[in-house]
Nanobody, 119 residues
Framework: VQLVESGGGLVQPGGSLRLSCAASGFPFSAPAMTWARQAPGKGLEWVSGIYADGSTTYGDSMKGRVTISRDNVEQTVYLEMNSLKPEDTARYFC??????????????WGQGTQVTVSS
């Protein structure tokens, strides 16, 4: 199983980014997928999850500012982030949760992509 995140970078407050997570090594259409983040000196924080059927759920920290989606043909899960704030600065990871709906325990995760929100 391999998960490779991309799309992070430096963005000004109020800006947008689209993160991607390319998956391989398993039947991508089968499991739920999730995004989490870790800010410097802080613990892992769940951001959003998407079930195999495409239904989505969001954590409180970024609800209304992010959209998760998946492309089962491209085997990629996306996180569209808008109205970014400096407190959104973190390393963002995609992961396969241990079971659908268990958004805080993961079987597999990638190396992450750094998002820095600063003027």
């Amino acid at each position: 199983v391999q998960l490779v995140e991309s799309g992070g970078g430096l963005v000004q407050p109020g800006g947008s980014l689209r993160l991607s997570c390319a998956a391989s090594g398993f039947p991508f259409s089968a499991p739920a997928m999730t995004w989490a983040r870790q800010a410097p000196g802080k613990g892992l924080e769940w951001v959003s999850g998407i079930y195999a059927d495409g239904s989505t759920t969001y954590g409180d920290s970024m609800k209304g500012r992010v959209t998760i989606s998946r492309d089962n043909v491209e085997q990629t899960v996306y996180l569209e982030m808008n109205s970014l704030k400096p407190e959104d600065t973190a390393r963002y990871f995609c992961a396969i949760p241990r079971s659908p709906g268990d958004w805080i325990r993961y079987d597999y995760w990638g190396q992450g992509t750094q998002v820095t929100v600063s003027s």
